[in-house]
């Protein structure tokens, strides 16, 4: 494979390249207004490629079917074309190029472009044909600060994908490919940690690496850290007004999750601590002499207890050491790495 060109002339992210690696799990954040719905929505067009447009929730596939909010609005204007949501039944729509009739209502004309969908109701479908769809475009699939995260989201996902690719590639069809957008909000997204992506992702927010390929599992990792598009952005007066030192601008321009912070992370001698407790993927030490705990997924010797990570035994966990997020706020606990962290902080508050 050649060196993927990111950005395009204009500054703007290369979607056609990007898509064009074949990879089947593609996951692009970076600062906001750098082109990544659009890109997409407009390759998947001019490509002719049938897709699923889903937002999280419910609310926000709803407002995409309504012609006001409609996601093709400025690709319309810009290419002097009238795509538009139609609803088809209470939970979905189909996007159509539409004809405006006599009394100025959208008709569709020709085929189905496209589908609207919610991660929260996808993840529940059996049994639909979606035969016809090869690209499952996930857009802001990691949740704003203020925005309440969809339980279990990366089974919801898996769920989803598995109904939409049925058993096409038994059948020697490509699988359906999976693009996943969003600005780099927060790292601890279900879905990242829940594949494991946690470590890669925060690694390359740390050292600046735009592109990362997972071959053996078919990921692509794209961290638009350095677009011009952002560094224009940061020109403007929103950006002038919060600061660069702000979390706001950290995220929209920066391309800086809002969790990573590494002033608590560094590697300690495990044969200081004693293990005290396994949770999921980390195991919580006490060390030996002072007040002091160490968390990492690195396991020496057998815990005095081991908790999974259904709903009982996080809430056991919990109940049993809810103490020691008193110790974490005391700056008492050092994490082995920032995975470690943030599955802590994860899974307090899960």
């Known amino acids: 494979m050649g060196r993927l060109e990111l950005y395009e002339p204009s500054g703007y992210v290369n979607i056609k390249g990007i898509l064009e690696t074949g990879y089947p799990f ?3 954040w970076g600062g906001r207004g750098t082109g990544k719905t659009y890109g997409i929505l407009k390759e998947l067009i001019e490509t002719r490629r049938r897709f699923v447009l889903m937002r ?5 596939a709803d407002m995409m079917s309504i012609p006001q909010f409609n996601p093709f609005k400025q690709y319309n204007e810009d290419n002097y074309v009238n795509i538009n949501p139609v609803k088809l039944g209470r939970d979905f729509s189909a996007f159509y190029y539409c004809e405006v009739d006599d009394e100025g209502r959208n008709q ?4 189905i472009l496209g589908y609207t ?3 929260s109701t996808i993840g529940n479908l059996r049994g639909f044909g979606a035969s016809d769809v090869e690209v499952i475009f996930y857009d802001e699939f990691i949740p704003e600060k203020s925005e309440t995260p969809i339980k279990n989201a990366c089974y919801s996902l898996l769920n989803g994908y ?3 690719n049925r058993n096409r590639e038994l059948a020697g069809k490509p699988p359906v490919q999976l693009v996943c957008a969003s600005n780099s909000e927060n790292v601890a997204s279900d879905i990242f940690i829940k594949l494991g992506l946690v470590r890669k992702a925060s690694e390359m927010a740390e050292k600046g690496q735009e592109v990362c390929y997972l071959s053996e599992r078919g990921i692509l990792l794209i961290n638009l850290c350095n677009s011009e598009i952002s560094r224009k952005k940061s020109e403007t007066a929103l950006y002038r007004m919060v600061g660069t ?4 601008y950290k995220m929209a321009v920066s391309n800086s999750f809002y969790s990573l912070d590494y002033s608590d992370v560094a590697v300690k001698p495990l044969n200081e601590y004693r293990p005290m407790v396994t949770v999921g993927e980390i195991t919580i030490y006490q060390h030996k002499s002072r007040d002091e705990y160490y968390v990492t997924k690195h396991s020496s010797g057998t815990p005095l207890d081991i908790f999974g990570l259904g709903e009982k035994d996080m809430g056991a966990f919990i109940r049993k050491y809810v103490w020691l997020w008193t110790e974490y706020l005391e700056y008492h606990i050092i994490f082995s790495d920032i995975e470690s962290k943030i599955l802590f902080d994860n ?3 899960s």
């Open 117 to 119: 969908a919610s991660l």
């Open 108 to 111: 569709p004309d020709g085929d």
């Open 26 to 28: 593609i996951f692009i």
């Open 347 to 349: 899974y307090f508050h």
């Open 162 to 164: 598995e109904t939409i």
């Open 56 to 60: 999280s929730l419910q609310k926000q």
């Open 245 to 248: 030192d702000s979390d706001f």
